[in-house]
């Protein structure tokens, strides 16, 4: 029987660790998705990963290189695959909703051709070997602010519900073993 109180007691020790990481915020990139204008140019588009949900004096170190992209017309590119990435010396800022300054050039070598590329907060133009694009107009905005949030309350339930269970069950033991 002594065995069954110090299981009860590892139990909620391990629920309340359980609880504690559930509710310690972990810093996760920010992601922000070009959303394109009504009647701009099809096939811009693209995400950027950004380290914080805003900044005023931003750096390309900001930006999660591996997991943010582009797409334009003629190529789909990971930002880690672009050769002299650049923010050509303008203020990379941004809050909770959009980017409001950028200024990111760069060159990706695709099969057969490379692609120049020019990225502000309302654009992604594109200048190929081939042609000139007269680019994307659109808006980098924050994506959470595109769908709706809802708290997930079915863990929370859970955990006070076993807690609900657990402490009783171990003040019992507890109260009993004293008497004895």
């Known amino acids: 029987m002594k065995n069954f109180g110090s299981l009860i007691l590892a139990a909620t020790f391990a629920l309340s660790a359980n609880y504690a990481r559930a509710i310690i915020p972990v810093s996760t990139p920010t992601e922000y998705v070009f959303v394109p204008a009504a009647g ?4 811009f588009g ?16 900001d930006i999660n290189l591996s997991e943010s992209f582009l797409d334009t017309p003629n190529f ?9 990435l650049s923010l050509n010396g303008v203020t990379f800022s941004w809050n909770n909703a959009t980017i409001t300054s950028m200024d990111m050039t760069g060159e990706f070598f695709g099969p057969g051709a490379s692609e120049l590329f020019t990225n502000t907060p309302t654009e992604i133009s594109e200048l190929t070997t081939s042609f000139a694009d ?15 949030s809802v708290p997930d309350t079915g863990s929370t339930a859970l955990m006070f519900s076993i807690a609900g269970v657990c402490v009783p ?3 019992r033991y507890f109260k009993r073993n004293r008497r004895a």
């Open 134 to 148: 007269p680019g994307g107009n659109g808006m980098w905005v924050n994506a959470n602010s595109l769908t709706s």
């Open 169 to 171: 069950a171990v003040r």
């Open 46 to 61: 693209g995400a950027l990963f950004l380290d914080n949900n805003s900044s005023d004096g931003g750096s390309l170190s």
């Open 76 to 84: 789909d590119f990971n930002l880690s695959q672009v050769s002299d």
């Open 40 to 43: 701009s140019t099809p096939g």
